[in-house]
């Protein structure tokens, strides 16, 4: 079992920046890749960022967010982390970090091959 939970939501103006943590418990955090996904009022979830496991030196990004994000991560504090900054009000959602176990090399994008998941943290950017 892993447990993540989220933090560092909030609201913010356009332009400004927030920093998203994920604190992982249960399993050796190093050993997974790790995602962020939002999901705005009557949208699909969608794919925002991963890293791969490890010392995480591969990391992928939306193109929404390519150039404004960065996913990063800290084994020794099991925690991933999403900087955001440049927000828009198109970024506004709830986001949510997830877990993918499987021993690949690179992270994947999709979030059905995600393990476990966190409760979310609502973002919201205003105009």
């Known amino acids: 079992q892993v447990q993540l939970v989220e933090s560092g939501g909030g609201l913010v103006q356009a332009g400004g920046s927030l920093r998203l943590s994920c604190a992982s418990s249960?399993?050796?955090?190093?050993?997974?890749?790790m995602g962020w996904f939002r999901q705005a009022p009557g949208e699909e979830r969608e794919f925002v960022a991963a890293?791969?496991?490890?010392?995480?030196?591969?990391?992928y990004y939306a193109d929404s967010v390519k150039g404004r994000f960065t996913i990063s991560r800290d084994n020794a504090k099991n925690t991933v982390y999403l900087q955001m900054n440049s927000l828009k009000p198109e970024d506004t959602a709830v986001y949510y970090c997830?877990?993918?176990?499987?021993?690949?090399?690179?992270?994947?994008?999709?979030?059905?091959?995600?393990?476990?998941w966190g409760q979310g943290t609502q973002v919201t950017v205003s105009s």
């Open positions: 249960g399993r050796t955090f190093s050993n997974y890749a």
């Open positions: 997830a877990a993918d176990l499987a021993r690949t090399s690179v992270p994947t994008t999709r979030p059905e091959e995600y393990d476990y």
């Open positions: 890293i791969n496991r490890g010392v995480g030196g591969i990391t």
